[in-house]
C-alpha cells in the first residue's frame, strides 16, 4: 500500500457505548483512490491500534480485489472450509461405527 493512495478520516463512532463513543473521532475510514474501496474500521477505542487495523483490512480487500479466486484472503477462508468438512466426515463415520456395533451386541443398551 502507498500511503500517497490513501485517503484517511477520523469520525465519530456508532453502536453501544453511550457518550463515551460519541465523544471520541476514533473510527477510521480509509479510501483507497485508484480502486475506491473504502474501509471503515472501530474496533477499539485506540485510534492508532484503528489506523493499522483499517489498513490490514484495506489489504486484506485490495489482495481479493486485485487477485480473486488467488487471493490470500479467499484461499485462507477455502482451507478453512475444507478443515471443517474433514472433521465433519470423521465425525460421522465415528458415529456410524457407533452405531453399527451397538447394532451388534444386544447386551448394550441404546438410548
Do not use: W, Y
Not at 500511503?3 to 465519530?12: A, H, S, T, Y
Not at 463515551?20 to 491500534?49: D, F, M, Y
Amino acid at each position: 500500500l502507498r500511503e500517497e493512495d490513501l485517503r484517511e478520516q477520523f469520525v465519530r463512532g456508532s453502536g453501544p457505548g453511550g457518550q463515551a463513543t460519541n465523544k471520541t473521532s476514533n473510527c477510521v475510514v480509509l479510501k483507497h483512490v485508484p480502486s475506491g474501496i473504502v474501509v471503515k474500521c472501530h474496533q477499539t477505542r485506540s485510534l492508532e491500534t484503528n489506523r493499522k487495523l483499517a489498513r490490514g483490512i484495506l489489504r486484506g480487500k485490495l489482495d481479493e480485489h486485485m487477485h480473486g479466486d488467488a487471493s490470500a484472503v479467499r484461499l485462507q477462508r477455502l482451507e478453512g472450509q475444507r478443515q471443517r468438512a474433514a472433521a465433519k466426515a470423521i465425525s460421522r463415520r465415528s458415529l456410524e461405527r457407533k452405531r453399527a456395533f451397538q447394532s451388534l451386541d444386544p447386551t448394550s443398551t441404546s438410548p
